[in-house]
């Protein structure tokens, strides 16, 4: 939660291969107080069945540039994983995913509440601000 003096996080995870949201992502949360600091790691949390972090840690006073690392590549290995096991005919020598990792870097205001969702891909992703 945002106050006045702080801004807050949140973030979702669609997989648009499936449609779904993906589950069991580690994510990990980081800030400075402006572009020439040392990044704080401030701590992490994983997606839920919904693809949401709902309990990202808080950001601290001061903080102007936020960072969050999505380590994508476990997730869409055991995606594979599943897959093959369903169906091994259809094995692919090919990398689970081309992006192991997003990091996303974003500008925050005080009292602000910023959402970022990441729409993901094996070979591709998209983020934006939400709501």
């Known amino acids: 939660m945002s106050t006045s003096t702080t801004a807050s996080v949140s973030t979702h995870i669609l997989d648009t291969s499936a449609g779904r949201p993906a589950e069991g992502v580690a994510v990990r949360l980081a800030a400075r107080p402006g572009r ?17 972090c709902k309990d990202l840690p808080a950001l601290p006073e001061g903080t102007t540039q936020v960072r969050l690392d999505f380590a994508v590549e476990p997730y869409f290995e055991k995606k594979q994983a599943d897959a093959q096991q369903d169906a091994p005919a259809n094995r692919d020598s090919g990398p689970a995913v081309f992006f192991p990792e997003v990091a996303i870097t974003f500008a925050v205001v005080p009292g602000e509440h910023y959402h970022v969702p990441l729409l993901l891909n094996p070979f591709g992703y998209s983020v934006y601000r939400g709501s």
């Open 36 to 52: 020439d600091a040392d990044w704080q790691a401030l701590g992490g949390s994983a997606t839920d069945a919904d693809g949401r």
